[in-house]
């Protein structure tokens, strides 16, 4: 069985998947989902702690969640930055 999900975000938001990963796991691969990212999309997490990411398409990315992150019940901000090497990045908005 499977659920499909039909929504909209605001502009310039993300959605990580999975939202969660239990405590003490190993290091996770989830999936950002949003628009116009491309080859230059970087995820970070906190103030500026990059997260290996790998682009997928212009509304998939996919980054690894690293062990230490889940070392105790903690929330983290998560955001993506495309085109960070020029004068205007877009910056997405944190998703919680």
């Not at 949003?34 to 998939?60: C, H, I, K």
């Amino acid at each position: 069985m499977s659920q499909d999900f039909v929504g909209f975000t605001q502009p310039n938001s993300i959605l990580v998947v999975p939202a969660s990963v239990p405590v003490a796991s190993a290091d996770v691969t989830a999936q950002v989902l949003g628009a116009d990212f491309n080859e230059t999309s970087q995820a970070f997490v906190r103030e500026a702690t990059r997260l290996q990411t790998t682009y997928v398409d212009p509304n998939r990315l996919e980054i690894v969640i690293p062990a230490w992150m889940a070392g105790k019940a903690s929330t983290y901000e998560i955001y993506v930055v495309t085109n960070g090497s020029s004068s205007s990045p877009q910056v997405t908005q944190t998703y919680l």
